[in-house]
T-cell receptor, first 115, second 114 residues
């Protein structure tokens, strides 16, 4: 398996633009997580899905952030409009309940810079 | 409420010497605890996990951690550091009753000197 695949790896955009980050989880995994990592706040859980259904989105900072999982093999995290304080590395992770849902496999991350 | 505290933000050791990365946890439940490692510009990788079985847990790359309930600690150790161990290490606790929610510590950056 190629692991969790995220795209783009790097994104530089201007304030006010829409940003879409993409994630392909490991085939067969039934949980998908979006995390944000910054120097100031460390790793924060934004949202997670189980069987494509959002379970907990309490970490989503505000209405500018939205996440979808239209099928078991694809998820997006969208920021509209983007702001400089959204600059961070965004990680997608997936897991399989049968092996312990808390054992996450992370993607390599998408580094977002908002100017 | 669950939380983890990593006691050192940066640890520096010489190659071949022991590694000790300290972590204390707080949990209302019998906790599930993990250590993840993040190499530069990479995603996080699971090193080891504790889920109420043996208190001494062995992980990948020669790392191990011991769960000590009396001390609420889950320190990560390795007898002999390699240059390739230089990375950031995260202690993690699972939120009780939640299938997927993890709380990450702030991380400890490990430097290994030749």
């Amino acid at each position: 398996d190629a692991g969790v695949i995220q795209s783009p790896r790097h994104e530089v955009t201007e304030m006010g633009q829409e940003v879409t980050l993409r994630c392909k989880p490991i085939s067969g995994h039934d949980y998908l997580f979006w995390y944000r990592q910054t120097m100031m706040r460390g790793l924060e859980l934004l949202i997670y899905f189980n069987n494509n259904v959002p379970i907990d989105d309490s970490g989503m900072p505000e209405d500018r952030f939205s996440a979808k999982m239209p099928n078991a093999s694809f998820s997006t995290l969208k920021i509209q409009p983007s702001e400089p304080r959204d600059s961070a590395v965004y990680f997608c992770a997936s897991s399989f309940r049968g092996s312990g849902a808390n054992v996450l496999t992370f993607g390599a991350g998408s580094r977002l810079t908002v100017l | 409420a669950q939380s983890v505290t990593q006691l050192d933000s940066h640890v520096s050791v010489s190659e071949g010497t022991p590694v000790l990365l300290r972590c204390n946890y707080s949990s209302s439940y019998s906790p599930s605890l993990f250590w993840y490692v993040q190499h530069p510009n990479k995603g996080l990788q699971l090193l080891l996990k504790y889920t109420s079985a043996a208190t001494l847990v062995k992980g990948i790359n020669g790392f191990e951690a011991e769960f000590k309930k009396s001390e609420t600690s889950f320190h990560l150790t390795k007898p002999s550091a390699h240059m390739s161990d230089a990375a950031e290490y995260f202690c993690v606790v699972a939120v009780g009753g939640s299938q997927g929610n993890l709380i990450f510590g702030k991380g400890t950056k490990l430097s290994v000197k030749p």
